[in-house]
T-cell receptor, first 112, second 114 residues
């Protein structure tokens, strides 16, 4: 079963604009991870934020985590056409063999 | 280059014909796992392995087998494939179960069983 919901399910923006995706989860976590998947390809790990962190940056990516609301957001600044992909948040269930529990994903389309 | 390599990339097979999807990682990772991805159902874990000779079932293990004889390899075996195993399969690995580890995924194997 999926851990939570991602919002929006689909997002279409112009190149240069910022894209914000939100993720909610249900259980307590040690960390939350974001992955990107280009159509039909493998998932690429983007960034991991620990439960004791509130914000983390990596290049054009900014992730926030609010454990009190069980939510996270991923901001991609100055988006490019190459950012077009599906983005998933995931938590890890360590008492279920380290299983990644993914959100439903946000499909991002960046138009040139 | 650090990577997880899956083969084949695409496979079309017939019902009942045994097949193996290979997965190999070159990062000396202890943890490896298999997922399948289906529209509307998302990614579901099939099997995982904490280390050599240690494997366990995930959420959807029926119809699959795995083995972990060496640290780098974690093949997925379908003894008698059926059409409901048509899916996109991913192998993933991570250094272990620490709180700071992300997972590295292979490029995927698109399997069609007719």
């Amino acid at each position: 079963s999926q851990q939570g919901e991602e919002d929006p399910q689909a997002l279409s923006i112009q190149e240069g604009e910022n894209a914000t995706m939100n993720c909610s989860y249900k259980t307590s976590i040690n960390n939350l991870q974001w992955y990107r998947q280009n159509s039909g390809r493998g998932l690429v790990h983007l960034i991991l934020i620990r439960s004791n962190e509130r914000e983390k940056h990596s290049g054009r990516l900014r992730v926030t985590l609010d454990t009190s609301k069980k939510s996270s957001s991923l901001l991609i600044t100055a988006s490019r056409a190459a950012d077009t992909a599906s983005y998933f948040c995931a938590t890890v269930s360590y008492n279920q063999g380290g299983k990644l529990i993914f959100g439903q994903g946000t499909e991002l389309s960046v138009k040139p | 280059e650090a990577q997880v390599t899956q083969n084949p990339r695409y496979l079309i097979t017939v019902t009942g014909k045994k097949l193996t999807v290979t997965c190999s990682q070159n990062m000396n990772h202890e943890y490896m796992s298999w997922y399948r991805q289906d529209p509307g159902l998302g990614l579901r874990q099939i099997y995982y392995s904490m280390n050599v000779e240690v494997t366990d079932k995930g959420d959807v293990p029926e119809g699959y087998k795995v083995s972990r004889k060496e640290k780098r390899n974690f093949p997925l075996i379908l003894e008698s494939p059926s059409p409901n195993q048509t899916s996109l399969y991913f192998c993933a690995s991570s250094p272990g179960q620490g709180v700071s580890y992300g997972y590295t995924f292979g490029s995927g194997t698109r399997l069609t069983v007719v």
